[in-house]
């Protein structure tokens, strides 16, 4: 099993910026493929960012140029969010798995952009 745990979510202003920390504690040797979902009320849950066990990452077209997915080591994953908008706001999950990031959730952190 793994066990995923988000932090650095909260309330911001349009335009601005918001890293997320996912670290990962458990059978880590078993995902290679992480990922950030949202869901934001009253719409199904969407992949944002994923990046593959090489590296390859994958963004939706609505953050495409302005979130960037990394990894620093096996098991811290972040989500750097710039120039955030309101349609931004949500609840997002750090995810993990083997070749596709589904297998393993996190509980979510809240981001909410508004002035």
């Known amino acids: 099993q793994v066990q995923l745990v988000e932090s650095g979510g909260g309330l911001v202003q349009p335009g601005g910026s918001l890293r997320l920390s996912c670290a990962a504690s458990?059978?880590?040797?078993?995902?290679?493929?992480r990922g950030w979902f949202r869901q934001a009320p009253g719409k199904e849950r969407e992949l944002v960012a994923a990046?593959?066990?090489?590296?390859?990452t994958t963004y939706a077209a609505s953050v495409e140029g302005r979130f960037t997915i990394s990894r620093a080591n096996a098991k811290n994953t972040y989500l750097q969010m710039n120039s955030l908008k309101p349609e931004d706001t949500a609840l997002y999950y750090c995810?993990?798995?083997?070749?596709?990031?589904?297998?393993?959730w996190g509980q979510g952190t809240q981001v909410t952009v508004s002035s």
């Open positions: 995810t993990a798995g083997l070749r596709v990031p589904k297998d393993y």
């Open positions: 458990g059978s880590i040797f078993t995902i290679r493929a």
């Open positions: 990046i593959t066990g090489d590296d390859v």
